[in-house]
């Protein structure tokens, strides 16, 4: 048995990946001009382990990568206590520019969110317009952090 709190709610890798795969929200935190934290909520998806989104290749948080590829990115959910799960991941961004590339990413999420219907034939010009002006940021996750509140089934 786990000796510690911590150790009793950490998530195995398998369900960390799990938790990634089912949930919508990626909060992800890149480093600003002056060094604060730059952070907003994405919609995501897990390509090969790393989470991957899409974005405008001008926004705010594509030019801080660019400076400094660090990030951090927090997963959550739970309303109350003893339903608190989350992930908090930290590495490094890496930006896909490649068209083809950065238009499967933008496939891959819409799906996840909307469903077929947006690689549909009428939605796929609309997200080839889309990809000619995002970039891909794949998440090289070097550290993992989770929690799962459930697996101590109300004893605090």
């Known amino acids: 048995m786990a000796s510690t709190r911590r150790e009793q709610i950490t998530m195995d890798a398998d369900e960390v990946d799990e938790y990634l795969a089912q949930q919508r929200i990626l909060n992800v935190a890149t480093i600003g001009p002056t060094g604060h934290p730059h952070l907003m909520a994405m919609w995501y998806v897990v390509r090969d382990g790393q989470p991957t989104f899409w974005t405008f290749a001008k926004s705010q948080k594509v030019v801080n990568i660019r400076r400094d590829p660090r990030v951090s990115a927090l997963v959550e959910s739970g309303d109350s206590y003893g339903e608190l ?12 520019e490649e068209p083809a590339e950065v238009l499967e990413i933008g496939k891959a999420v819409g799906v996840k969110y909307t469903g077929a219907a947006a690689v549909s034939a009428d ?14 940021v794949v998440i090289e996750i070097a550290h993992v952090t989770s ?6 089934a109300g004893s605090y």
């Open 123 to 136: 939605a796929l010009p609309f997200l080839e317009a889309q990809a000619a002006k995002r970039v891909g």
């Open 85 to 96: 799960k989350g992930v908090e991941l930290r590495g490094t961004a890496r930006l896909v």
């Open 147 to 152: 929690w799962d509140h459930t697996k101590l």
